[in-house]
């Protein structure tokens, strides 16, 4: 499967940002999505994740509440909607996709085998 991850820019804190992660080669049906992000001079971390079912979302605590997960398998795209941004979350966002992950690992960079080229999201003060 091969995924784009689209829609960063330069927005002002407390703006929103959705971004788009399209996979082509196959359905998103019954595959995990991730979403990462990395910061310069930073190690990857994750974002928030959708369950292989869709039903379920995870979250890291830096977004929780401000961050959303949703899906449209009409389009095989997965989007992470961001709302109250804040500096802090500058940073390029990549998704990732796994179609054998298990939810303990969903927030395991090394678990998921496919990935996006990243898109780069600066939020300015």
């Known amino acids: 499967v091969q995924l784009q991850a689209s829609g960063g820019g330069v927005v002002q804190a407390g703006e929103s940002l959705s971004l788009s992660c399209t996979a082509s080669g196959r359905t998103l049906r019954g595959v995990a999505v991730g979403w990462f992000r990395q910061a310069p001079g930073k190690e990857r971390e994750f974002v928030g994740a959708?369950?292989?079912?869709?039903?379920?979302?995870v979250f890291s605590d830096s977004v929780k509440g401000r961050f959303t997960i949703s899906r449209d398998n009409a389009k095989n795209t997965v989007y992470l909607r961001m709302n109250s941004l804040k500096p802090e979350d500058t940073a390029v966002y990549y998704c990732?996709?796994?179609?054998?992950?298990?939810?303990?690992?969903?927030?395991?960079?090394?678990?998921?085998?496919?990935w996006g080229q990243g898109t780069q999201v600066t939020v300015s003060s």
């Open positions: 990732a996709a796994d179609s054998h992950i298990i939810s303990s690992s969903l927030r395991n960079a090394i678990a998921y085998d496919y």
């Open positions: 959708s369950t292989r079912t869709g039903g379920g979302t």
